[in-house]
């Protein structure tokens, strides 16, 4: 590799999930929304929120920001928003399949939403992009969450049996990279620990649990996914924190590996969502205030490494309203991504977060992650300029610019 190259057949992209653009979605964060979108309003209005921000449609202070309902209605758009990802020079796109979709009552398959997942994936091979498949992003069918949801061990048999149908299905057996469960340590801190999103139950029993039986529904559907296509490259897309701050070494290892230990013998690669480190920095996202910390982004990628197994960046973006920020937020996060590479970590792929500006949980429409500007009115698209900042990179490995920068700042040090 010369110097400040990135690998041949490095994947570039940028990440989704089904319930933050699709739309139309019925599943027990939609019940959720409907229940808690005036309170989340009513809780918008004890802050102070920037202009710029309250210009936007629909902004914190309204309580349709708080409802998914058409989200970026993807769902009907993703021929015209994979057209925008060639153009962009990507090779890569990750995006969740939806379970409430495909199953909506246990046991009873909706054969023609399985069909158009098929026509997704199509719709990217036909761009000669590679699809990274997340089988569950947070969201659960409605008889999902009425049995317990996750805190119910049988909910591990009735994914798997939801995997096992999908990946059987036309069009899905030769899909190689399979994210299996996003973010499990956030879901359950949410759900289990803090209460802050559904089911919204505070016990630590539930939250042990849950994480168990996530961690039981990964190998579960590690092996379905291996034995119809033993070439499947199969992880998770998993949360991780750069922590400084005592006790260091003890988060590092709740947050960032227990889980991760848990599955180690089932796992191809390991994928890492990075977006901020306990540091106090001066550049903050707008989004909760994150630090901006791309050295933070170096050090979770070297704890990546220590599973000795390829590494994904399956996330990683910045909320950035005016996009002032977010194109020397991603120059920089490659600096530290090629940095750890050249030390030896393997890592092969980097997905932004996210395409589009999307409907970010119990924050609603607000924060504007996206490459890709959406007019929730119109439903326009509209590249931002550090999308383009972003493809000169993607389209030709050009880390010319960015060698230049990394030079310059060796010098200074
Ligand atoms: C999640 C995304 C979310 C993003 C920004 C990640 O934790 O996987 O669904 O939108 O962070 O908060």
């Known amino acids: 590799m010369a110097k400040f190259e990135f690998p041949r057949n490095f ?3 940028a990440a989704t999930s089904a319930h933050q653009v699709e739309g139309n979605n019925h599943n027990d964060w939609t019940e959720w929304e409907y229940l808690n979108a005036k309170r989340l309003t009513l809780n918008a209005q004890k802050k102070n929120w920037p202009d710029y921000i309250l210009k936007n449609y629909p902004n914190p202070l309204q309580e349709e920001n708080y409802i998914s309902g058409c989200a970026c209605d993807h769902y009907h758009r993703f021929h015209e928003d994979f057209d925008i990802v060639k153009s962009l020079g990507h090779n890569a796109h990750r995006f969740s399949i939806e379970w409430s979709r495909i199953e909506p009552e246990e046991g009873k398959w909706n054969e023609k939403e399985i069909e158009h997942y098929h026509q997704v994936i199509s719709a990217l091979h036909e761009r000669g992009i590679e699809p990274f498949i997340t089988l569950w992003h947070w969201t659960n069918p409605v008889w999902v969450a009425k049995q317990g949801g996750w805190a119910n061990k049988k909910t591990v048999g009735d994914f798997a049996r ?5 990946v059987r299905s036309e069009g899905f057996v030769d ?9 499990t340590n956030v879901y359950t801190g949410h759900g289990y620990w803090n209460g802050s999103w559904p089911p919204g139950k505070r016990s630590l029993l539930k939250y ?3 994480n168990h039986h996530l961690s039981q529904a990964h190998i579960e559907a590690y092996k379905i996914i291996k034995s119809a296509n033993p070439k499947a490259e199969i992880g998770i897309a998993h949360s991780m924190i750069y922590f400084t701050k005592f006790p260091a070494g003890l988060k590092n290892f709740i947050y960032n590996h227990f889980f991760l230990r848990s599955i180690k013998e089932y796992q191809n690669f390991v994928g890492v969502n990075y977006y901020f480190s306990d540091r106090k920095t001066i550049e903050r996202s707008e989004f909760n205030n994150w630090p901006i910390d791309s050295d933070g982004f170096y050090h979770v990628l070297k704890e990546a490494a220590k599973y000795g197994k390829p590494v994904y960046v399956t996330e990683n973006g910045i909320a950035d309203a005016e996009d002032k920020k977010r194109g020397k937020y991603i120059t920089d996060h490659f600096a530290a991504m090629h940095k750890a590479i050249s030390e030896g970590v393997d890592v092969r ?4 977060w996210s395409l589009l500006d999307n409907f970010e949980w119990s924050s609603g429409f607000w924060p504007r992650f996206g490459l890709v500007e959406v007019d929730y009115k119109t439903m326009e698209r509209k590249i931002r300029q550090s ?13 010319s610019r960015l060698a230049a920068r990394i030079q310059t700042e060796a010098k200074i040090s």
């Open 175 to 183: 899909v190689k990279f399979w994210v299996t469960l996003n973010e």
């Open 208 to 210: 042990l649990k849950t």
């Open 349 to 352: 792929g980097y997905l932004y």
């Open 162 to 166: 939801y995997v096992n149908k999908l």
């Open 11 to 13: 994947f570039w992209g």
């Open 387 to 399: 999308a383009y900042e972003y493809a000169k990179i993607a389209k030709v490995n050009d880390t």
